[in-house]
């Protein structure tokens, strides 16, 4: 749905990104995240028309990027890092105003208006000036405002920044639903955790490189060597510890008070071989778990790598 292969963009000797490639396919939820000037408000400006590569290609919805801008405009919603100034503008005129330049008729517009402020719940603020409303909302109306013309895919520039812990969740929520309707969505942010549990696929981009890419899990498993298990026991403490102790696959343990936590180095099979041996050894398992490598932790051995 998004491709791009070999894209740069230098602006005199600094080079912005780097021969960047990227592959997000149909219903994917993408997370393009790295830190300030990263690169990733470039890439997006290149993918929405709007930025002359210094190299590369890239193709949305099949078409190209820099040879068919009429057909990527219509495939795609774009919301951009900043809201513009709208003064005077009421919430539905600012909705209608992107429709027509859509070319939608008039007489689909009103509708299609009503439908999309339900979705962002907006609805009691259509007649409210655009300047008026608070930034959360203006967040949602600028969302709204991809939608108009139902675009395949969305590309969203830090939709969740400068909003409050209230508003990003039903920024997520919103993003959730436009999932469920099929919609392919790039979204770049720096905020990692709030991306982790949302996205199915994440790159990090720093410095103009595009560092790692693709699913979540394979993403972190990459950067974490060791799988971390944690280990919770009732009772049989000591015959626990000495199990993993000397268990082969086992590092680093670390625990108390009937709770362990220790690096595994194995397989699938591995792991559950050492929870049904703990069982026959009549050791009462509470929790055996993997833990959940978080995406900061990630991101942070990702980029310090670079810099080290
Ligand atoms: N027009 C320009 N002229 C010169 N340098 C530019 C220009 N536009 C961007 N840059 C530089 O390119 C780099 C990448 O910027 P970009 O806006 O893509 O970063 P970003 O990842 O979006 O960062 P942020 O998280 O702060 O939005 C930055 O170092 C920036 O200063
Ligand atoms: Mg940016």
């Given at each position: 749905m998004?491709?791009?292969?070999g894209?740069?963009k230098?602006y005199?000797?600094?080079?912005?990104?780097?021969s960047?490639?990227?592959d997000?396919?149909?219903?994917?939820?993408?997370g393009?995240?790295?830190?300030?000037g990263?690169?990733?408000?470039?890439?997006i400006?290149?993918?929405?028309?709007?930025?002359?590569?210094?190299?590369?290609k890239?193709?949305?919805?099949?078409?190209?990027?820099?040879?068919?801008?009429?057909?990527?405009?219509?495939?795609?919603?774009?919301?951009?890092?900043?809201?513009g100034?709208?003064?005077?503008?009421?919430?539905?005129?600012?909705?209608?105003?992107?429709?027509?330049a859509?070319g939608?008729?008039?007489?689909?517009?009103?509708?299609l208006?009503?439908d999309?402020?339900?979705l962002v719940?907006?609805?009691s603020k259509r007649d409210t000036?655009v300047?008026?409303?608070?930034r959360?909302?203006?967040?949602?109306?600028?969302?709204a405002k991809?939608?108009?013309?139902?675009?395949?895919?969305?590309?969203?520039?830090?939709?969740?920044?400068?909003l409050?812990?209230?508003?990003?969740?039903e920024?997520?929520?919103?993003?959730?639903?436009?999932q469920?309707?099929?919609?392919?969505i790039?979204?770049?942010?720096?905020?990692?955790?709030?991306?982790?549990?949302f996205c199915?696929?994440?790159?990090?981009?720093?410095?103009?490189?595009?560092?790692?890419?693709?699913?979540?899990?394979?993403?972190?498993?990459?950067?974490r060597?060791?799988?971390?298990?944690?280990v919770?026991?009732?009772?049989?403490?000591e015959?626990?510890?000495?199990?993993?102790?000397h268990?082969?696959?086992?590092?680093?343990?670390?625990?108390?008070?009937?709770?362990?936590?220790f690096?595994?180095?194995?397989?699938?099979?591995?792991?559950?071989?050492?929870h049904?041996?703990?069982?026959?050894?009549?050791?009462?398992v509470?929790?055996?778990?993997?833990?959940?490598?978080?995406?900061?932790?990630a991101?942070?051995?990702?980029?310090?790598?670079?810099?080290?």
């Amino acid at each position: 749905m998004i491709k791009i292969r070999g894209f740069s963009k230098r602006y005199g000797q600094f080079v912005a990104v780097d021969s960047l490639d990227l592959d997000i396919e149909q219903g994917d939820v993408f997370g393009f995240i790295g830190p300030n000037g990263a690169g990733k408000t470039t890439t997006i400006r290149f993918l929405t028309t709007l930025l002359k590569p210094t190299a590369g290609k890239a193709w949305i919805n099949g078409y190209s990027v820099t040879q068919q801008i009429d057909e990527v405009k219509r495939s795609i919603g774009f919301m951009p890092d900043t809201f513009g100034v709208y003064d005077g503008m009421k919430v539905w005129e600012f909705l209608d105003f992107f429709a027509t330049a859509y070319g939608l008729p008039r007489s689909k517009r009103r509708a299609l208006i009503d439908d999309v402020l339900d979705l962002v719940d907006l609805t009691s603020k259509r007649d409210t000036l655009v300047n008026g409303l608070s930034r959360g909302m203006q967040q949602r109306l600028c969302l709204a405002k991809t939608l108009v013309h139902d675009p395949p895919v969305l590309i969203l520039d830090e939709p969740a920044s400068g909003l409050d812990p209230r508003a990003r969740v039903e920024m997520k929520a919103l993003l959730r639903e436009l999932q469920k309707m099929g919609k392919t969505i790039l979204i770049s942010s720096h905020i990692l955790p709030e991306l982790a549990d949302f996205c199915n696929k994440i790159g990090i981009i720093e410095r103009g490189k595009l560092l790692a890419a693709g699913p979540v899990k394979d993403v972190i498993r990459s950067i974490r060597q060791n799988r971390v298990v944690r280990v919770v026991v009732s009772a049989q403490m000591e015959t626990c510890e000495v199990m993993l102790a000397h268990h082969e696959h086992v590092k680093n343990l670390s625990g108390a008070d009937g709770e362990f936590k220790f690096e595994f180095i194995g397989n699938d099979n591995d792991v559950v071989n050492l929870h049904k041996d703990l069982l026959e050894k009549g050791v009462p398992v509470v929790w055996f778990q993997e833990e959940e490598a978080d995406l900061e932790e990630a991101f942070m051995k990702i980029t310090k790598g670079l810099v080290a």
